[in-house]
């Protein structure tokens, strides 16, 4: 019986030696952050990427890019946004004359689709017409830039106590696009769009001139001074350009239709 003591003394120790062991064990988990993180909570999140990038709001209405020379002539595009999208692509400029006729009514109605559809600036070059599908796209980015810039600076309703009165203030300060009547010249017909804004004529442009020949050379010199001038004017009252003075009589003739349409 005594010679039994010394066994039941190591069976004991054992036991308990083991016991620790697995307290240990059960304990070690929750302070290691391998394992935290594995059970799914411990791990600090990521920082969250803000979805804003690059893609801020495009303001509604109608906004033009800028004019892109190239090597047959200038290009430019006039986008019209509704709800946030492209609902229209149009280009007011393009090269014209000779054989940039045919390549201009060929690739510019593709060229207009693809902006449509692809509501940004990363479309294909229309085959045949790298030349214009480079300005149009230079064109189009910059109208997008622009629309960017209108939607980011808060035209569409922030909440607040507007009555009526800031309701009609926001209409009226709304940029409204009008065309006039396509006046006849002795080289052509002379159509001219202005955009409205506070009542001011803050955009002009011919969207219609005499094309071909001479008339080309003369329109590309005398329609980015009458489009400047009418909007320096805010009228019909401006000077004909020496040289062009046909052109000049049916701009002002078609600025003053858009103007009577505008109610100005």
């Known amino acids: 019986m005594r010679k039994s003591h010394p066994v039941r003394r190591a069976v004991l120790a054992t036991a308990a030696t083991v016991s620790g062991i697995v307290l240990l064990l059960s304990l070690k988990p929750a302070s290691d952050p391998g394992a935290a993180q594995a059970a799914g909570g411990a791990a600090p999140p990521a920082a969250a990427q803000s979805p804003q990038g690059g893609s801020q709001p495009i303001g509604d209405g109608t906004v033009t890019g800028e004019a892109v020379s190239t090597q047959y002539g200038a290009v430019q595009v006039r986008l019209t946004v509704n709800g946030g999208k492209i609902t229209k692509a149009e280009a007011v400029q393009a090269p014209k004359g000779g054989q940039s006729d045919q390549v201009t009514s060929s690739s510019v109605p593709r060229l207009n689709r693809a902006a449509v559809t692809a509501q ?137 239709s858009a103007l009577d349409k505008a109610g100005g």
């Open 120 to 256: 940004g600036a990363e479309i294909d070059t229309v085959s045949g017409a790298t030349y214009t599908s480079t300005g149009y796209k230079k064109s189009l980015q910059s109208a997008l830039d622009k629309a960017r810039a209108a939607g980011g600076s808060g035209g569409g309703g922030a909440g607040g106590g507007g009555g009526a009165d800031a309701g009609g203030d926001a209409a009226e300060d709304r940029a409204r696009t009008v065309t006039g009547d396509a006046a006849q010249t002795q080289y052509g017909p002379v159509q001219v769009r202005i955009t409205v804004t506070g009542g001011k004529i803050t955009e002009a442009e011919a969207v219609q001139t005499p094309k071909g020949g001479q008339s080309d050379q003369v329109n590309s010199n005398a329609v980015p001074k009458l489009n400047q001038a009418a909007v320096a004017a805010g009228s019909a009252e401006i000077d004909a350009v020496s040289g062009a003075t046909y052109t000049s009589a049916g701009y002002k003739q078609s600025l003053q």
